[in-house]
T-cell receptor
């Protein structure tokens, strides 16, 4: 089975530009999570979805960040406008309520974002 | 409130030594789940194990073993005969079984360096 797929793997952009990160969860998983990891703040949950519906977006830093999940196989995290302090590794993860796999999250390879 | 504490920020050992990574958690839930993840230098987050609160059996997988003790709210991870490939950051995480909550509460991680 294919794991969680994220694109791009690396993104370098200039301050003020719009950035869109993409994620394809594991097929059949009904939960999708977006995380940000920095040295200073560690691993932070930004938002998560269940069956394409946002459940908790309390971790989204500010209005510049938005996330969508138009269908079960695709999600985006958008930053507009981007700022240097948004530089981080952004992970997407998915999980399933199937028996025996309760709450385990499986992570994509991450997108390393650098905002100049 | 839920909390995960990994008191060891960094550990350095010599190859073939045994090493234990500590994890202490706090929760008021009666049913919960504990996890360990590995993040090698390549950056991906790899799921290692899930333990249910109602199953206190210790688990062994090759050189890895996990000791879950509800009495001390600990879920420690031991690597026997460590190898250089074990060098990584290891995260402990906690999840409750409450409602639709699928958030993981993460520790700050323990960076393990195994030196040849």
């Amino acid at each position: 089975d294919a794991g969680v797929i994220q694109s791009p793997r690396h993104e370098v952009t200039e301050m003020g530009q719009e950035v869109t990160l993409r994620c394809k969860p594991i097929s059949g998983h009904d939960y999708l999570f977006w995380y940000r990891q920095t040295m200073m703040r560690g691993l932070e949950l930004l938002i998560y979805f269940n069956n394409n519906v946002p459940i908790d977006d309390s971790g989204m830093p500010e209005d510049r960040f938005s996330a969508k999940m138009p269908n079960a196989s695709f999600s985006t995290l958008k930053i507009q406008p981007s700022e240097p302090r948004d530089s981080a590794v952004y992970f997407c993860a998915s999980s399933s309520r199937l028996a025996g796999r309760y709450n385990e999250q499986f992570f994509g390879p991450g997108t390393r974002l650098t905002v100049l | 409130a839920q909390k995960v504490t990994q008191a060891q920020t960094e550990i350095s050992v010599v190859e073939k030594e045994d090493v234990t990574l500590d994890c202490v958690y706090e929760t008021r839930d009666t049913t919960y789940y504990l996890f360990w993840y590995k993040q090698p230098p390549s950056g991906e987050l790899v799921f290692l194990i899930r333990r249910n609160s109602f199953d206190e059996q210790n688990e062994i997988s090759g050189r890895y073993s996990w000791n879950f003790q509800k009495s001390t709210s600990s879920f420690n991870f031991t690597i026997t005969a460590s190898q250089v490939v074990d060098s990584a950051v290891y995260f402990c995480a906690l999840s409750s079984n409450a409602g639709n909550n699928r958030k993981l509460i993460w520790g700050l991680g323990t960076s393990l360096a195994v030196n040849p």
